[in-house]
């Protein structure tokens, strides 16, 4: 049989077992949340591979196993390091994010600061998912280009058909928990060949593997883990681990956590995961096949030397089990790039600027659409001259630039305003992206040196640093220039600010009333971690014109507040606002659900502030001569 097609069958088999993943948990969806964050219900194994096998491309691999052979030790800080060392500090910042209810960063920074900056930020979202997506396609056309001689556009076909198929379906959940399947694939496969690798060099060197391990390349400088100086070891830590750290698809993760303690932990277990492919497996792989192939010297040839072992090494099957196994890893990366970026299109473009008022069937719609687009654009991205890593860099270098200060700034500096997160933005991204296009158009030297880098080492990473500095500049400068943003804004984020806003709610509401238990019959309350869901779905009597009714609804009730456009209205009376409850569109043009997710041991409030908020929601919908029923939870329907 031909070793394509034994490949391609056991693709579709293996393809097969992810799409039935994907329609197990698209059968269980009620909401967009559910599609977007897996209805906040995940523990830490899965967040923990998840977060590990969305980092571990195929082409990664390849690229991290190329720099240790030509580079040795030294070259970890310039890709392997920042991978494990932000996948842990994520994980120390679990209790920051976690407890802020933005679906995507765009709405976020939105809440923070104003609308003025979100759209820019979607847009670069969704391009640098596209560059890392380019970088798994690009892998992956190289890997099936040297294993089966295929062309790169069937490669590229290939793996956005197979991506498209199970995350259409099944959204977040299908991601997370197919990335376990995938991690094991990809780190059983990594892992067996570098003992294979280190095996063969050690039988070929007439040493014992250990001896191989403990005296190959001594004296060469190999093992020197600052062989390429500190200077450069800074440089490549401080461009890289901000861009990494501020990743919306990782961010998304932390959202879809159950609660703080799944996500920390879920993320020191990515860490370690990545650690144990790219710390250890591919410095193994590069020391031994430095040994093999000792005329190798520049990293495209280093790239394909581990196809060639395999090549040279093993029967067909053993190729074929290799190629599914890269195949998994790029698999495991592309998911997570086209379910954030799509999430980015779907609900901070079109959702808010498009059709706010857009019903829940609509937006899975949209954001299926909006998945195909950003696989579609990773693939074109793909065929341009640019490596593997390359593409990586290039994204990771435009979010460190960009929009890390604003971000982070946005999460602890209370005096960051939204002219300095706008001047931030446009500033370090406008040098940035000047400063990688100079670097692509006049190309490399001989020596394989970018034209800035031989004006100086500081605009290593296309002036990634310079950009970085600039960016910060211009938001500490203009912020203290400009007046303070808003209690409102201010609140979610920081407790001071919060503690302004707390009411007296319980008092308000009679719990022994016929109304309050009818209320409470058909609230939906469930357990994810430390906190408890509460759904309550009303039917109007008619269909809505939803920024009418929105209108009224806050001319009558202050508390009611747009933090993200009229598409997601929160009741804000403390600073909790995954708390809070939170109005939106329901399956059609007559559903209006609330929701909630306060700790638990802030449920009877939470309770109470659900019931004011339908009360009120009924008395606008009432003067506007609409009546609303409740949806029983056994009567709703999966979206």
Known sequence: MNMFIMFGICLAIYTAV?????????????????????????????????????????GGILAVTAFYLVGGLGSVWTFAAPNFMALFI????????????????????????????????????????????????????LIFGVLFGLDPIYAALLISLSVSAYVLLGGMSAVVWTDIFQYLL???????????????????????????????????????????????????????????????????????????????????????LVFLIFGVACCLLGLGLRYLYPDITT????????LLFSLNQFSEIGIVLIALGLTAAAMSCMDSFATSGGSTLSRDIYQRYVKPDATMKELKVVNKIAVLIIIAGSTAIAFTDVNIIEYIHIATF????????????????????????????????????SFTLIDMYVGKNAAGLYYLELISPILTGH?????????????????????RSSVYN?????????????TDEVSKVDQTSGDYASYYSVLHAEINGEREHLQLDLKASKSLDWDNFIADLRAKNTAWFTSSGTNTVYRLTHGDLLSCPVISR?????????????????????????????????????SMGITVDFIKPEDRKAI
Do not use: H
Not at 93 to 109: F, G
Not at 240 to 262: C, F, R, T
Not at 607 to 615: H, P, Q, S, W
């Open 299 to 306: 990293i495209g040839d280093a790239e394909i030397a581990l």
């Open 490 to 502: 201010l609140a979610p984020f920081f407790e001071k600010e919060a503690k302004t806003l707390e």
């Open 90 to 141: 994520i994980g120390l910042l679990v209790s920051k994010i976690k407890s802020l209810p933005a679906i995507t960063q765009p709405e976020l920074l939105e809440q923070r600061y104003a609308s003025s900056i979100r759209l820019p930020v979607a847009i670069l979202v969704a391009i640098i998912m596209m560059l890392f997506g380019a970088a798994d396609v690009s892998g992956l056309m």
């Open 586 to 622: 329901g399956n059609n043009e007559q559903e209006v659900w609330i929701a909630a997710e306060p700790r638990l041991e802030k449920t009877d409030l939470a309770r109470v502030e659900v019931y004011l908020a339908f009360k009120e929601i009924a008395e606008t919908l009432r």
């Open 18 to 58: 992810l799409l039935a993943v994907g329609w197990y948990f698209s059968k269980r969806q009620k909401s967009v949340v559910d599609f977007w964050l897996g209805g906040r219900k995940l523990g830490f194994i899965p967040i923990g591979f998840s977060a590990g096998a969305t980092w571990i491309t195929g």
């Open 186 to 272: 990809l780190a059983s496969v990594t892992i067996f060949l570098a003992i294979a690798v280190i095996f063969v060099a050690a039988d070929t060197s007439a040493l014992s593997v250990s001896g191989f391990i403990a005296s190959s390349q001594s004296g060469t400088g190999w093992w020197n883990p600052f062989s390429i100086g500190l200077p450069l070891v800074l440089i490549f830590l401080v461009a890289i681990i901000p861009g990494w750290i501020s990743e919306q698809d990782q961010w998304q993760k932390v959202w879809a956590s159950k609660d703080e303690k799944s996500a920390r932990k879920g993320f020191f277990l990515g860490s370690f």
């Open 398 to 433: 435009l979010a460190s630039a960009a929009y890390f200060f604003p971000l982070m700034a946005g999460l602890f500096w209370s005096r960051a305003t939204k002219e300095g997160a706008i001047a931030s933005l446009i500033i370090g991204g406008v040098c940035q992206i």
């Open 463 to 483: 002036g990634v640093i310079v950009s970085m500095f600039l960016s910060a500049s211009a938001l500490v400068i203009v912020s203290l220039m400009t007046k």
